[in-house]
Every structure is written in structure tokens, then in C-alpha cells.
């Protein structure tokens, strides 16, 4: 038996070319916390045996599957393959030197699937056909830029991982760039919105696909995809508030922007843009010793006129290709 600390595991991910078809790592992801771990239905069985205990004398395994919880830092380099699963598709150019991976929201409800790989000194483990089921990135002044992801994948396995960490690039509050225009052809000259923190929530409820005759699920599917984003500000106008109680229809668009570190003469980032974009939630904070602030959610919606739910979305790295 080995006692250990969350430190010592590992975390790796890999791109599957066949959907559920298990791959090796090809990228190792420095984690705050990473929960995974299989699951089980039991059906118990309903008959009446001669006494009032109502629990039955059977529980059979009616299906066997793994979710979980990934908490990590946002790193350019590893983030990008984050973003192919979460978005569907891809398309990589060079751009000053550096890999500029634009992402588009694919219409099919099979997205990229993963492979995951937790190594702990217990053992290694696969998880096959992983999907990404939420993804959340948190931003605040004082503090590196954070993502949360929840998993749906297949029951794990016994696996084969040798975790290899290479340099990669963050990001911290203070390179946060938040802007709000009439359209997206504004958002380039706005001036960016002093914001005290940031939350962006997608949430893609992906579900699981059982069928019949295997005991694990034939396919984890993606099905609506939603976006919103939360904001804190200080409270100086009635800006926001006449935004949320009238009929106000903005683009948005946030851009974090490592400008500390260099790849080749352009700079590692993570860039979304909304064309449209809708108000909700508004609250004001009036505590007596504290400076007046204000909480408001942005909602991403479908753009008629172009038919996106994202204008652009791109992540600038040092990967070539995943």
C-alpha cells in the first residue's frame, strides 16, 4: 500500500483519430486537482421475498462508466488541445512565427474526443472516448489565469503513461483585455472594460449513449452548446443596469495576451470573440467599507447575420499541430 499527496499525480492527454480508440499521451498538463474515476449503474431488483425489507436480495451492474473534475492553470501550449475538444475543429497557420490554431464550433454532436492518462504511484490509468462536458476560465487581478474542466469518458483501464512537463506560457489577471462594441467591427478601437474579475462558462450537456448488449456506453455525445460570461466592475454609472432592463444587443470579446514572453516576434494567446451577445442578472454591491461594485452575466447568442455563435476564437502557441 502507498500513501501519497495530489502532487505526485500525473496528468496526460492525448487526441484520439477513432472515437473511443485509446491513444498514448502526446502532452502532459500541470494540474491544480484532477478527479477522475469510474462509475456505476446497479439495477436492484424490486421482489418481494417475505419481508418488509424493501431493498431486494439482488444489485446487478447495468452499466459502467467515468467522470470527473480537471482544475489547472491556463498554458497556451497544452490549452489548445482543450479548445479543439471543446470546439470540434481547427485550422493552424503561422502567424509571426508562433502557431495561430483557429477553432470553429462544429456543428456535429461527436466531437474531438481524448484520451486521459492518470498516472499516480497506485498506477496508471486510460480513459477513453473523454469528453468535455463544461469548461469554465476564471480571471482575476492577482492571480494566474485558471480553467475547470468536467469530463464524461468510458470506464478506465489499466494504462502506460511516463509524464514529461515542458516549459509552456501563462497567463495572469492583469493581461486581461475586455471589450464591449455596438459590433465586431467596433470591438478593435473600444476601449477595454475594467473589470474586476471574469468568469466564461460553456457548457456543451454532453450525455451518454447506452444501448443494449455492452455494459459500457456506445458513443458520449455533445448536444446544446451555451455560453455566458460573468463580470464584476465598480459601480460608477447605470450603464450595465439599463443594458439588462432594456433590449441591449452587443458584440463582446476577451483576449488574455502573454506579453511578458515572446514566441518568435508574436505573443502566446487565448482570444474569444461574440458577435452577439445579450444582458442579465445585474446586482449592485453598497457595502458600507467596501467601493460600490456590480455583478452582470453576458449571454452568448446565435448571430443571424453570420450564422455563429463565435465570431473568432484562436489560441496562439508553439504547437505546429495536435
Known amino acids: 500500500m502507498s500513501k501519497f499527496i495530489g502532487r505526485r499525480v500525473n496528468l496526460g492527454i492525448g487526441k484520439e483519430e477513432t472515437r473511443g480508440l485509446g491513444v498514448d499521451a502526446t502532452l502532459t498538463v500541470p494540474k491544480v486537482n484532477i478527479t477522475v474515476d469510474d462509475k456505476a449503474n446497479k439495477a436492484r431488483s424490486g421482489e418481494g421475498l417475505g419481508s418488509i425489507s424493501g431493498n431486494g436480495s439482488q444489485a446487478i451492474v447495468t452499466g459502467r462508466f467515468s467522470e470527473g473534475n480537471l482544475e489547472a492553470e491556463i498554458n497556451a501550449d497544452s490549452f489548445g488541445l482543450i479548445m479543439l475538444a471543446l470546439m470540434g ?23 474531438q474526443s481524448l484520451s486521459l492518462h492518470v498516472d499516480d504511484p497506485i498506477g496508471d490509468t486510460q480513459f477513453k472516448m473523454s469528453m468535455i462536458d463544461t469548461l469554465e476560465i476564471d480571471v482575476s487581478p492577482d492571480e494566474i489565469a485558471k480553467f475547470s474542466i468536467g469530463f464524461k469518458c468510458k470506464k478506465g483501464n489499466d494504462g502506460t503513461f511516463t509524464p514529461s512537463y515542458a516549459a509552456d506560457y501563462k497567463f495572469v489577471g492583469r493581461e486581461l483585455v475586455f471589450k464591449v462594441a455596438a459590433d465586431t467591427a467596433s470591438l478593435a478601437a473600444a476601449t477595454a472594460i475594467s473589470v474586476k474579475s471574469l468568469k466564461l462558462t460553456i457548457n456543451k450537456n ?114 505546429d499541430a495536435y
Open 206 to 319: 454532453t450525455d451518454y449513449d447506452w444501448v443494449c448488449g455492452t455494459l459500457e456506453p456506445e458513443d458520449i455525445l455533445n448536444k446544446q452548446f451555451t455560453a455566458q460570461i460573468a463580470i464584476t466592475l465598480n459601480y460608477e454609472d447605470r450603464t450595465w443596469r439599463d443594458y439588462m432592463t432594456g433590449a441591449s444587443i452587443k458584440a463582446c470579446s476577451i483576449q488574455l495576451k502573454n506579453m511578458r514572453q515572446t514566441i518568435g516576434t508574436n505573443n502566446p494567446t487565448v482570444y474569444f470573440e461574440f458577435p452577439t451577445v445579450d444582458f442579465s442578472e445585474w446586482e449592485s454591491q453598497r457595502g458600507n467599507d467596501e467601493v460600490a461594485g456590480q455583478t452582470i452575466n453576458l449571454t452568448a447568442l446565435w448571430d443571424i447575420a453570420t450564422s455563429k455563435l463565435f465570431s473568432d476564437c484562436y489560441v496562439i502557441n508553439n504547437k
Open 89 to 111: 475543429a481547427e485550422s493552424v497557420t503561422t502567424v509571426l512565427d508562433a502557431k495561430k490554431h483557429t477553432y470553429t464550433l462544429s456543428e456535429s454532436n461527436q466531437h
